[in-house]
């Protein structure tokens, strides 16, 4: 009897595993699974007497004590222990893809990598998590998902120590020790440490904007672009929630602002396990542990982990202040800083203390007034220990300790008057925190710190 075979001309896989339900379309595979249960290992070593499932695997070992690797490449001399491996590395010389989609035409050099890619086509997610049931297409992103449940981060950063649970992300956390940029532009030769860096300067060079806007003349590359810029002046918004009839001028946008009834966050970081509502936040997010910064100053180099941190930092340099007070005509590098001032028309004060009732227009205001209650004084002195309620203050007070400061950072070239001090710098390029809090487990790199984070725990035993 032939095997019957699915759309895409595959065998279908009729031998299930009891055990996971994991199904396979040869018996002989399927016993080969099996063994993971019973723990069955048939295949013996001589040498070491280690056990294996499968007599491939068995083989592959064996080369490790011979260190036989006969099968050699003759583009770039690399050497390998099987004549199949070979073969599959000279593709990437001769570019090479014999394995061909038959659904949409693509064309991959590896078996494997072709099956892997057919699953976008039907949909099969054989790989499921047993702690949520989340399935996955590749084992591979199965295994990086369940560190978010195990919390287990085995990629750690021989520089400052610092451990991540993709490998991926290790890679780019590295360029930050290294100054690494492998990414070109094409055009100008600028180098970037990540690939979406590149993509968005070499937006720079695309000078073609044939889409221009009857309104305000403003170009664009895409026709879709220009109709979502063109809402802007027309505020065409036929997008409306049902909640609380906003209305919107693109439908992702509802999406976006619907969550906010709903409390969805679907994009958790896998390092952490903060969610997020939208994916663009999580990119921002997981920078925080990378230490990426992809935004630079082309006046001045300063880096930054945001594109709007970069225009703001910019128009310090232009001198530009784009947001203008109706009321008086004075302009402002920042809508926040506006806001702020628009209330000196208004006479608004939103912010009010719970303590004592007393108003402010900014909520900044209402942050150093509360000290006053609770004591609280977060800014302290890196060179004696005293800590103030205000920042300001805190500058005024390191100019008393204006010296001479023979201890040197070497990573940043900050100077300091005590070794000590030096040694409590160091932990923020280190990500050092030795004084934990045995309430939480929180950790911090300084002792006032810590000191500091008692209170919250003191205050909720009130």
């Known amino acids: 009897m032939e095997p019957s075979v699915n759309s895409l001309g595959r065998t279908k896989k009729q031998f299930k595993c009891m055990e996971c339900g994991m199904c396979f379309s040869h018996s002989g595979r399927l016993r080969t699974h099996q063994r993971i249960h019973i723990e069955e290992k048939p295949f013996k070593c001589t040498d070491y007497r280690k056990s294996f499932k499968e007599n491939g695997t068995l083989r592959k070992h064996q080369g490790t004590h011979t260190g036989g690797k006969p099968f050699e490449c003759t583009e770039c001399g690399k050497c390998f222990s099987r004549s199949g491996h070979l073969r599959i590395h000279q593709r990437t010389h001769t570019e090479e893809k014999p394995f061909k989609c038959i659904e949409c035409g693509n ?3 590896q078996n494997g990598n072709l099956r892997i890619h057919q699953r976008t086509h039907t949909g099969e997610k054989p790989f499921e998590c047993t702690e949520c049931g989340k399935s996955f297409s590749q084992y591979a992103t199965l295994r990086i998902h369940q560190r978010t449940h195990t919390g287990e981060k085995p990629f750690a950063c021989i520089e400052c120590g610092k451990s991540f649970s993709q490998y991926a992300t290790l890679r780019i956390h590295q360029r930050t020790h ?3 940029k492998p990414f070109a532009c094409i055009e100008c030769g600028k180098s970037f440490s990540e690939s979406g860096a590149l993509r968005r300067h070499l937006q ?8 221009k806007c009857i309104a305000c ?3 664009f590359c895409r026709s879709g672009t220009l109709r979502r810029h063109q809402r802007t002046h027309t505020e065409e918004k036929q997008f409306k929630c049902i909640e609380c009839g906003k209305s919107f001028g693109r439908s992702e946008h509802l999406r976006i602002h619907q969550q906010t009834h709903t409390g969805e966050k679907p994009f958790k970081c896998i390092e952490c396990g903060n969610s997020f509502s939208q ?5 921002i997010h997981q920078r925080t542990h990378t230490g990426e910064k992809p935004f630079e100053c082309t006046q ?4 930054f982990s945001r594109s709007g941190n970069l225009r703001r930092h910019q128009r310090t340099h232009t001198g530009e202040k784009p947001f203008a007070c109706i009321e008086c005509g004075n302009s402002f590098s920042q809508n926040r800083y506006l806001r702020i001032h628009q209330r000196t028309h208004t006479g608004g004060k939103p912010f009010k203390c719970v303590e004592c009732g007393k108003s402010f227009s900014d909520s900044g205001h209402l942050r150093r007034h509360q000290r006053t209650h609770t004591g609280e004084k977060p800014f302290a002195c890196i060179e004696c220990g005293k800590s103030f309620s205000q920042n300001v203050i805190l500058r005024r007070h390191l100019q008393t300790h204006i010296e001479e400061k023979p201890f040197k950072c070497i990573e940043c070239g900050k100077s300091f008057s005590k070794s000590g001090h030096l040694r409590i710098h160091q932990r923020t390029h280190t990500g050092e925190k ?6 939480c487990g929180k950790s911090f790199n300084r002792k006032d710190k810590l000191t500091l984070h008692w209170q919250t725990h003191t205050a909720e035993k009130l």
């Open 204 to 211: 720079t060079h695309i000078e073609e904007k044939p889409f």
């Open 434 to 439: 030795p004084f934990k809090c045995t309430e």
């Open 279 to 283: 994916s663009g936040a999580l990119r």
């Open 300 to 303: 001045c180099g300063k880096c």
């Open 178 to 180: 290294t100054g690494e």
């Open 107 to 109: 064309c991959f050099s």
């Open 217 to 219: 003349g403003k170009g």
